[in-house]
């Protein structure tokens, strides 16, 4: 995969497909940053980059601001959406997940913070065409 990509996907089966290949270019220690509106595929999106890493996201409640999940490597799956004020991210221990050296983080609601993320991140932005198909947009921030 090329960044920027731009992609128009048809189905869950297509997105699940763009996943893995923009997976096939993430290591330990990258940030990725997803927006896009509610049900526009974010978590279903890092579930199937976690697929690739055979790391196991079944038991994650959906209402947690973060989740820990590991297989091959360890995934920080972090949601900003219910944090009220950027005081809860300390205690939540932000910054510590964004310096494991063993981890990937996920942010979905990423924009909602940004002065919070750090200078090198991937953003997966995802818009909903309708029922099954989203335009995803993926670039290197650097
Ligand atoms: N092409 C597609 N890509 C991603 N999700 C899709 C697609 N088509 C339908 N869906 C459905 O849209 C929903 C996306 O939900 P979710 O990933 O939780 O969204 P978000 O995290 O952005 O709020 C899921 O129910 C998924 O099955
Ligand atoms: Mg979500």
């Known amino acids: 995969m090329q960044l920027p990509s731009i992609k128009i996907v048809l189905s869950e089966n297509d997105t699940a497909e763009f996943a893995a290949e923009f997976a096939a270019l993430l290591k330990i220690g990258d940030v990725v940053c997803l927006n896009g509106n509610l049900g526009s ?3 279903f ?3 199937n980059i976690c697929k690739e890493f055979a790391v196991d996201t079944a038991a994650s409640p ?5 989740n820990e999940y590991s297989g091959k490597l360890k995934v920080i799956h972090i949601d900003f959406y219910r944090l009220k004020k950027v005081e809860e991210l300390y205690d939540i221990g932000f910054d510590e997940y964004l310096s494991l ?3 990937i983080v996920f942010i979905e609601w990423a924009d909602l913070f ?3 993320l750090p200078k090198k991140y991937y953003s997966v932005e995802i818009t909903q065409i309708n029922e099954t198909s989203r335009q995803i947009i993926i670039k290197k921030h650097e």
């Open 62 to 66: 959906s209402f947690a601001i973060v």
């Open 114 to 116: 940004e002065d919070v």
């Open 101 to 103: 050296s063993d981890s």
């Open 41 to 43: 595929g974010k978590t």
């Open 45 to 47: 999106f890092v579930k």
